[in-house]
């Protein structure tokens, strides 16, 4: 099963951040927070990892909290083509496993 | 690069039938994974390999699947014979080395079994 708990949807308006919440409260101390996102109908797309830091690319932004049992992830500016299931995941420690759970259906609006 | 490549795109077939999904990974990968996504049981893990040797197929449903890696660019997932609730879209991925490595996926095959 799944080790992360999501919001099952939320909306975000054109050009403002869409910051998505993951309770991981059970998470062991070296396994790693992912977030990928499915576009409709595409195979699922890494955005980004962290361990315990904060970490940004040129996609997101992830805040992890400083007891890692929950995160955020940040898109800064919105656009429709941000539009897609974004996905949760605790690394689970020891394999190659990606458990992916139900996740956020994330809707940007005009 | 021109990412994971799956094959077919889309599939229609009739029960019993033997299916074969493809799937070629990228050059250079050494793992790689099968995922099948169902509307009730969402996105799920059936088997991955990593240096072309199959690591875990927990996730495989039954003996009706199996999957082959005869070398570190093709991989086949196959259904014999093939039954209606075996309809989903069965993706590809691949990852540069097992662990942490972040995992590309392929556009996905969509089978349909009548």
């Known amino acids: 099963d799944a080790k992360t708990t999501q919001p099952p949807s939320m909306d975000c308006a054109e050009g403002r951040a869409a910051n998505l919440p993951c309770n991981h409260s059970t998470i062991s101390g070296n396994e790693y927070v992912y977030w990928y996102r499915q576009i409709h109908s595409q195979g699922p797309q890494y955005i980004i990892h962290?361990?315990?830091n904060n970490e940004t690319n040129e996609m997101a932004s992830l805040i992890i909290t400083e007891d890692r049992k929950s995160s955020t992830l940040i898109l800064p500016h919105a656009t429709l083509r941000d539009t897609a299931v974004y996905y949760c995941?605790?690394?689970?420690?020891?394999?190659?496993?990606?458990?992916f759970g139900t996740g956020t259906r994330l809707q940007v609006f005009p | 690069d021109a990412g994971v490549i799956q094959s077919p795109r889309h599939e229609v077939t009739e029960m019993g039938q033997e299916v074969t999904l493809r799937c070629k990974p990228i050059?250079?990968?050494?793992?790689l994974f099968w995922y099948r996504q169902t509307m009730m049981r969402g996105l799920e893990l059936l088997i991955y390999f990593n240096n072309n040797v199959p690591i875990d197929d927990s996730g495989m449903p039954e003996d009706r699947f199996s999957a082959k890696m005869p070398n570190a660019s093709f991989s086949t997932l196959k259904i014999q014979p093939s039954e209606p609730r075996d309809s989903a879209v069965y993706f590809c991925a691949s990852s540069l080395h097992r662990g942490r490595d972040t995992q590309y996926f392929g556009p996905g095959t969509r089978l349909t079994v009548l």
């Open positions: 962290g361990l315990k």
């Open positions: 050059s250079g990968h050494n793992s």
């Open positions: 995941i605790v690394r689970v420690e020891s394999t190659d496993k990606l458990i």
